[in-house]
C-alpha cells in the first residue's frame, strides 16, 4: 500500500474558478476513490490550487503528510506557474494526471505544467485518460507503485555480511553511490558474527525446526557426510544468527558471502538464505527479508525492488544453462530460491512438499543441506541492476516458468546441478541477444507483469531502463 497525496490544480482566474470548481472537485473525488480502490492510502489536499500561495502551501501541507507519491491533478486547464511552485514544495516523486475530456482541457495544462518541469529538469511521470479505462488505472497505479517502491528505499540500511565473492564485480558495490542514487546506506558486517552467534542459538528452538522440516520437507537426505542432523542444526543456527542481526541492526535487506570461508569450513548458508526469503519459517508466517547469496549488492537491491513493487517473495538465480533444443534456460544457484517458489502458496506445508534437502556438492567441503525444489509454472518479471561505465540501468524482461512430465524434469535437472533448486524460463527475448549484453551472471525475477512499474522506478531513480524482447 502507497500513502499518496493528491493535489488538484485549477485555473487562475477568479471568473473561470467559480465555472469550473465543482467539475474540479468532483473529478478529485474519482481520482482518489480509484487509489483507495485500490487499496491505497490517499491524503487528499483541502483547497484546489487557483493561486499561487496555495500551490506553495497546499504542496507543504501534502509533503508534510509523508506522502510516497503527490499527484498534481489537471482536470481543467491550469496556469503552468502553479505546477511548478507545487512542485518545488514537493520533495518526493511527482505524477501529473489529466482527465481527457474537451469541454476542460486537462491534459493541456498537463503538458503546459510538464514541459516547464522538463525544462528545470524536475523528474516527473505522467498519466491521462479516463479513469473507466482498465489501461489508464493500470497505468496510474503502475507508478503509484514505482514511487512507493523508491520511496520505501530511501532511508533503508543493506546489512553485507562478509566482503567480495570470488572476485565478483558485480556483486560489489560502490556505497557512496548507492547513497546518492536510492538512499539506501550499507552496514559492513563480518561473517564471523555468524558463527559466534550461531552458538548461542536456544538448542530446543533449533531441534524443533529441525524435526518440522523432516516432517514437512519432501525429504531430508541425510548420508552421513556433507548431511547429517548435526549439520542441518548448524544451517538453522545460522537462520537465527542472521535473524539476531537483522533485528539487532534493523537491517532492512542483506547478503551474505558465503563463499569461500563459511562454506569451505562452516556450513552453506542454504538454510538461512532460503528462509529469510519466504514468508514464513517453522515458527509460523513472518516478513519476507530480502538476502542475496554471495553477497551480491545489486541482486539484494533488484530484488528489495521487486519485493516492493509486488509483495511477492523475489526469485535470485544464476543463468546457469540453457536448453537450445527447448529455448529455455535453467536458472540454478545452490539454495537460494525461497522454498515459496515450490508451488507459490500461501500454505507453508504445500509449498515444502515439493522440497527435498540434499547433500551438498562438491563445491562446498563444510557440507549442509541444500534445498532443492523446481519452481512451479507461471508468468514471471525478470530483472537485474547492472552497471555499465559506472552508470546503473536496469535489464528487465517477461518470461514463464515451465515444468514437463516428470522424466524430462530430472533429466534436465541432472544436466546442471542437480541438488540444487531449478526454474525452467522461457524468457521472452532471444537468446543471442540475451547473451550478448545481458550484465550479470545472476537473475531476479518475481510472479506477474511489472515491466511499466520497472519503467517507472528507473524514471524515479533517474537510472536508465534496458528492456530486452517484448520489454524493450
Known amino acids: 500500500m502507497a500513502r499518496i497525496g493528491l493535489l488538484s490544480i485549477s485555473d487562475g482566474r477568479d471568473y473561470v474558478q467559480r465555472d469550473v470548481r465543482e467539475h474540479v472537485t468532483r473529478a478529485g473525488q474519482q481520482l482518489a476513490g480509484m487509489l483507495r480502490d485500490a487499496g491505497h492510502d490517499v491524503v487528499v489536499a483541502p483547497e484546489h490550487v487557483e493561486s499561487n500561495r496555495l500551490a506553495t502551501s497546499q504542496a507543504r501541507y501534502l509533503a508534510q503528510q509523508h506522502v510516497d507519491l503527490t499527484v498534481l491533478h489537471h482536470s481543467v486547464w491550469t496556469f503552468p506557474h502553479f505546477t511548478m511552485l ?121 531441534k524443533e525446526a529441525r524435526v518440522w522440516l523432516e516432517q514437512h520437507a519432501g525429504g531430508v537426505h541425510y548420508d552421513g557426510d556433507r548431511l547429517t542432523p548435526e549439520l542441518l542444526e548448524r544451517q538453522i543456527r545460522s537462520y537465527y544468527a542472521m535473524r539476531e542481526l537483522i533485528d539487532e541492526w534493523h537491517l532492512d535487506f542483506s547478503g551474505i558471502k558465503g563463499q569461500p570461508e563459511l562454506t569451505a569450513h562452516f556450513c552453506t548458508m542454504d538454510i538461512a538464505e532460503a528462509f529469510l526469503n519466504d514468508p514464513y519459517d517453522w515458527e509460523g508466517p513472518k516478513d519476507t527479508h530480502v538476502t542475496a547469496t554471495e553477497a551480491d549488492m545489486d541482486g539484494a537491491l533488484t530484488m528489495q525492488i521487486l519485493k516492493l513493487l509486488s509483495g511477492d517473495p523475489a526469485l535470485f538465480a544464476d543463468v546457469r544453462h540453457y536448453h537450445a533444443d527447448k529455448d529455455v534456460w535453467d536458472l540454478c544457484n545452490s539454495g537460494q530460491h525461497a522454498t515459496w517458489y515450490a508451488a507459490r502458496s500461501a500454505d507453508p506445508l504445500e509449498n515444502l512438499a515439493g522440497v527435498h534437502l540434499r547433500p551438498e556438492v562438491f563445491y562446498f567441503p563444510a557440507g549442509g543441506a541444500s534445498v532443492q525444489h523446481l519452481a512451479a509454472p507461471g508468468a514471471l518479471t525478470f530483472a537485474r541492476l547492472t552497471r555499465e561505465n559506472g552508470a546503473y540501468r536496469m535489464h528487465v524482461m517477461r518470461g514463464d516458468l515451465e515444468t514437463y512430465d516428470d522424466a524430462t524434469n530430472e533429466r534436465m535437472m541432472r544436466a546442471s546441478t542437480y541438488e540444487w533448486p531449478h526454474a525452467f524460463a522461457r524468457l521472452h527475448t532471444e537468446a543471442e541477444d540475451f547473451l550478448g549484453r545481458f550484465g550479470s551472471n545472476h537473475i531476479h525475477a518475481v510472479p506477474g507483469d511489472h515491466v511499466g512499474a520497472l519503467r517507472a522506478v528507473c524514471r524515479h531513480l533517474g537510472i536508465r531502463y534496458d528492456g530486452f524482447g517484448d520489454a524493450a
Open 86 to 206: 507545487a512542485a518545488d514544495a514537493t520533495p518526493g516523486p511527482i505524477l501529473l494526471v489529466a482527465n481527457i475530456d474537451p469541454q476542460f482541457p486537462g491534459m493541456v495544462g498537463m503538458l503546459a505544467g510538464g514541459g516547464g518541469l522538463d525544462q528545470i529538469g524536475r523528474t516527473h511521470a505522467r498519466a491521462w485518460g479516463d479513469l473507466d479505462d482498465p489501461a489508464v488505472r493500470a497505468r496510474i497505479l503502475d507508478q503509484v507503485r514505482a514511487a512507493a517502491a523508491v520511496q520505501g528505499l530511501r532511508g533503508s540500511t543493506f546489512g553485507r555480511i562478509g566482503g567480495r565473492p570470488m572476485g565478483m564485480y558485480t556483486a560489489t558495490a560502490n556505497t557512496d553511490q548507492w547513497m546518492k542514487t536510492f538512499g539506501v546506506d550499507v552496514e559492513e558486517i563480518d561473517q564471523w558474527e555468524i558463527v559466534r552467534r550461531s552458538e548461542h542459538a536456544d538448542a530446543s528452538r533449533v
